[in-house]
């Protein structure tokens, strides 16, 4: 659903991102279009503008996508209608907190008993329990099913290979295009944000990184539900499988629209994969498997028989609380067909639920499972992560740091927020002091500066008022005068030129004379150069040239010089670049070669 965002809200700003990006992208294509149109500069160049121009706007389209689309936020699982007022929050006066209270208080009494309606769903949910197919029977239905065409690694998960989903090729390519694309995106949304940010607003920087992180990280995942092969797992892995269990509504109301999109389902995966493979039970009908446990996918003939026979060869059944018929069914069997050990209900996916809500989720759901198991549980979980149960079925409780109350882990984010706005300040502080020296050095990493030869840039020039004829890689563009001399600069990337003709000499330019000149007319920085040690040599009585090296602002650079003298007349050519880049060597031997002037050999 698109809406126009508030203004000052993260969508907002994604929004004027997206409008940057946009206008920065259609400038970047049409410059690319119209040099490769003209043949002006480099071919790849162009391209390569032409290319960075449209993945900009592709990026703004994306960005503009998700800042119209207005997020859902995280629905109550059953209860609707009800308001739950977190402990602790101000009200505005004694009454209103009496009367949450005593309508708390009501609710909980109403969610902890069986009405009449739901007491015949659960009589008949019992007995279509006790009335389940035999294990000989599950087999024949399920390997009758089974046409050989997959063979798993674990023999005992055989009878239900024919629900395997094999990913096919072209949703495994749409997923890799979708992966580089998205972070194609965050990477040039990262730099932009970088660039066009004002410095001094750092948690404002930060406030779009995030917003920006978060859109990727969930198109990330969508990537990754199309490249995500399950039935890998069962081809490779031969361990004893774990059953996780859950209805398919949990799925849907699965907040994921956190900072890191991350479910509970993933969260709880992660932690068993060590012991096994945790598989799940497909919807029917969804067009990509969720992240998580390994889909399998059964029909409405099927999917009982697969459960009992799961349940028969599982190490551990993971159970996720909840009140779905089918879910309360799966519930009925295991106390019929599973040893109490290999039994775990898991709460994980309320953990972004406030105390009062989770309490009434789990009321509903304690009032179903005490008499689907028929032994008592806990009258509340508070923080409890999971229960477990002994070889009498007796409950036992278990808790872990990460699923503490709501309210503790609000606390615990709000420390980790400024920790993070703290560190962030800091960080940007220390960018901005050592942004010059790693801008420097990250050029020179990336061979962004050097230059390469390409002759089809060579061009003759002559100078204004120089009397004299170059052949240069680049225009030459007349600068400042210094003392009344016309200087001329001549700069591609690494490779600089400068030429210089004046009158009323003394005489022909000796060495010293010469290093002076490139000093000044050159390098133009007299107190910042170092180490300048050259060799010089006469061509004839009227030509000098000069090679030699220097150090300027902590780089070092290679230095070819020349001058002719015809008096009162001379001309002066210099030209320095990196040192090792051969392609700028041989460029300088030819500009000092194809000059000419008025100075006969």
């Not at 126009?4 to 294509?29: N, T």
């Not at 308001?83 to 009494?109: S, V």
Request: aromatic share 12%.
């Amino acid at each position: 659903m698109f809406s126009i965002p508030k203004l000052g809200s993260p969508r907002w700003a994604l929004i004027v991102w997206s409008l940057v990006l946009g206008l920065l992208g259609w400038g970047f294509a049409l410059f690319g279009v119209f040099a490769l149109w003209q043949h002006e500069r480099d071919p790849v160049y162009n391209v390569f503008m032409l290319g960075v121009g449209l993945l900009l706007i592709l990026t703004s389209a994306i960005m503009m996508h998700s800042g119209l689309t207005e997020s859902e936020s995280p629905q109550s699982l059953f209860i609707s209608g009800v308001t739950a007022f977190e402990p602790g929050t101000r009200q505005k006066n004694k009454i209103e907190r009496e009367l949450a209270d005593k309508y708390f208080e009501e609710t909980c009494q109403n969610a902890n008993k069986l009405t009449p309606e739901e007491q015949r769903e659960l009589d008949n949910i019992k007995r279509s329990a006790l009335n389940v197919l035999t294990h000989h029977e599950v087999v024949q239905l399920l390997s009758a099913k089974d046409n050989g065409a997959i063979v798993l690694a674990n023999s005992l998960l055989q009878p239900v290979a024919f629900a395997m989903r094999p990913t096919t090729k072209s949703k495994y390519i749409k997923g890799v295009v979708l992966e580089v694309l998205t972070w194609s995106t965050a990477i040039i949304g990262g730099a932009l944000i970088i660039i066009f940010s004002p410095v001094f607003l750092l948690l404002y920087i930060w406030g779009n990184f995030k917003t920006l992180l978060h859109h990727v990280l969930r198109w990330s995942r969508r990537a990754r539900q199309y490249r995500i092969r399950p039935h890998n797992v069962f081809l490779r892995d031969n361990r004893t499988p774990i059953l996780y269990l859950r209805s398919f509504l949990d799925e849907s109301n699965e907040n994921a629209e956190s900072f890191l999109p991350t479910t509970s389902e993933e969260k709880l995966v992660s932690s068993y994969n060590r012991s096994g493979p945790v598989i799940a039970l497909g919807k029917p009908g969804e067009e990509l498997p969720l992240l998580g446990a390994s889909r399998i996918y059964f029909d409405n003939s099927t999917w009982q028989a697969a459960v009992l026979y799961l349940l028969s060869v599982s190490q551990l059944v993971i159970i996720q609380a909840g009140i779905a018929p089918g879910l309360l069914w799966e519930l009925s069997v295991i106390r019929r067909k599973l040893a109490p050990e290999k039994l775990v209900i898991s709460f994980t996916g309320w953990q972004d639920l406030d105390e009062w809500t989770r309490h009434l989720h789990y009321l509903r759901f304690k009032k179903y499972a005490e008499e689907l198991l028929e032994h008592q549980l806990p009258p509340n979980i508070n923080n409890t992560s999971h229960l477990t149960f002994d070889a009498d079925w007796e409950v036992k409780p278990q808790s872990d740091f990460s699923y503490s109350l709501p309210s503790v882990r609000a606390r615990r984010r709000k420390i980790f927020r400024f920790v993070g706005a703290v560190s962030t300040v800091a960080v940007g502080l220390i960018a901005v002091s050592f942004w010059p020296a790693f801008q420097r050095n990250l050029l020179d990493l990336t061979a962004w500066t050097t230059y390469r030869e390409d002759s089809r840039q060579w061009n003759k020039y002559s100078p204004d008022s120089a009397l004299m004829t170059v052949y240069l890689p680049a225009s030459p563009t007349p600068v400042q005068a210094i003392d009344g001399y016309r200087l001329f600069d001549s700069a591609k990337k690494d490779l600089r030129a400068s030429m210089c003709w004046f009158s009323q000499t003394s005489g022909p330019v000796n060495a010293q004379d010469l290093k002076e000149l490139a000093v000044v007319f050159h390098i133009r920085a007299d107190n910042e150069v170092s180490d300048f040690t050259y060799t010089s040599h006469e061509i004839n009585q009227k030509q000098l040239a000069l090679d030699g090296k220097y150090t300027k602002d902590g780089k070092q650079y290679q230095i070819r010089c020349q001058s002719w003298t015809n008096n009162p007349d001379a001309w002066f050519v210099c030209v320095s670049y990196s040192p090792g880049n051969n392609d700028a060597d041989a460029a300088a031997k030819r500009i000092l070669r194809s000059v000419t002037t008025g100075v006969s050999d």
